[in-house]
């Protein structure tokens, strides 16, 4: 009952805001996150979800601390916190357990609702500059609506969720290490050069940088439902075959929609950004390698060496690709090189780096497969 009365008292600020669409969007977002506490209550125990809100804690705690330290997060801290939102939200989407028993069409309808939500109301709430705050707010809606339809998928499969103990979790977590590495460093490594822009360049680099990488990122989310799909069948089948049946079906598909996004790129730009965005052509076109690179790259990770008990050699991959770019940037920065164009270069070294050497795994253990 608690949580109830705190949430009540939420409500109660959010009505005092005084626009009147930020008001109807906390309204909603109230309603449903009294929703969602509901659907907590009536799992048998929420104690595993409470870890790992105490992770996103710490997390939130860190983010904080380089609000505090970085000059671009603290100029844009509402922003900042906002988007945060939708990654405390993540906590609950529980896509590792559906994707463990083969149920891909939840994780699949999430995703949709997810996105299609947030971009819907985009275009009815976002009309300026001005309306900034509003995208990761309707970022976190569609998140909310996403972890609401997992509950209620849960409750459809009897499913409740229980807290083995405290040892039992720290050696999963333990066991799981390699896997937290990986995904920690592409995380990581992935903002540092947004992060190292916004402290080296102008902030129109920075405009462009974010509008291009954000428009390269859209394009590998369709790469996420093939990937997760292809993982479960090569736990069962580990079959090469399936590997490079898949790569050959889908290549061609990546290198066609890269040369249409090069052909495409100033039009895009103009309509996701605006014409003073049309400067990024150059950007973007210098970026498109990288969707080249990287469905291979992701394909021949966790679904292909992962499903032969390789993680640690994902791992390896990752991080030496995480070395070449920090490596690429302290180049550039010591050599007074430092520039939007040469940091699309080496970001697409980094993703040819990641591929090839996931590749070369993949020979070296080609006995393996069936």
Not at 158 to 179: Q, R, T
Not at 188 to 202: S, V
Request: proline share 3%; hydrophobic share 55%; glycine share 4%.
């Amino acid at each position: 009952m608690k949580n109830i009365y705190r949430t009540r008292a939420f409500v109660e600020l959010f009505y005092r805001v005084k626009d009147f669409r930020y008001m109807a969007l906390y309204r909603v977002f109230v309603v449903a996150i009294l929703f969602l506490f509901t659907c907590m209550l009536r799992v048998k125990s929420t104690e595993l979800m409470i870890q790992n809100m105490c992770v996103a804690v710490a997390a939130f705690i860190a983010l904080l601390g380089m609000i505090a330290m970085i000059p671009l997060l603290r100029v844009n801290a509402g922003y900042t916190l906002l988007a945060f939102v939708t990654v405390f939200l993540s906590v609950f989407l529980l896509d590792y357990f559906f994707r463990g028993i083969e149920k891909m069409q939840v994780i699949t309808l999430r995703f949709v609702t997810m996105r299609g939500i947030a971009t819907a109301m985009t275009f009815v709430f976002v009309h300026s500059d001005k309306d900034i705050l509003f995208v990761p707010l309707l970022d976190a809606i569609g998140s909310l609506v996403a972890v609401i339809l997992v509950f209620v998928e849960l409750k459809k499969e009897n499913i409740a969720i229980h807290f083995s103990g405290v040892k039992a979790a720290l050696e999963k977590l333990k066991a799981s290490f390699v896997c937290f590495a990986s995904d920690m460093a592409t995380t990581a490594f992935g903002a540092l050069n947004t992060l190292l822009i916004g402290a080296f360049l102008p902030a129109t680099d920075v405009a462009y940088w974010s509008v291009c990488m954000q428009l390269i990122g859209a394009v590998q989310t369709m790469y996420t439902p093939i990937t997760e799909g292809v993982y479960p069948e090569m736990i069962k089948t580990k079959s090469w075959n399936f590997i490079k049946q898949l790569l050959m079906i889908f290549m061609p598909v990546v290198f066609a929609g890269s040369a249409f996004s090069i052909a495409v790129a100033p039009y895009v730009l103009q309509i996701v950004g605006g014409e003073q965005y049309v400067a990024a052509t150059s950007l973007f076109r210098a970026l498109v390698p990288v969707l080249i690179f990287s469905f291979p790259g992701i394909v021949l990770g966790w679904p292909t060496l992962g499903a032969l008990d390789k993680a640690a050699q994902v791992t390896k991959t990752t991080i030496l690709s995480a070395v070449v770019q920090v490596a690429s940037l302290l180049l550039l920065i010591a050599t007074g090189h430092f520039t939007v164009m040469w940091i699309a270069i080496f970001r697409c070294v980094t993703e040819f780096v990641l591929m090839t050497s996931r590749g070369w795994y993949c020979w070296k253990y080609r006995k393996e497969f069936c």
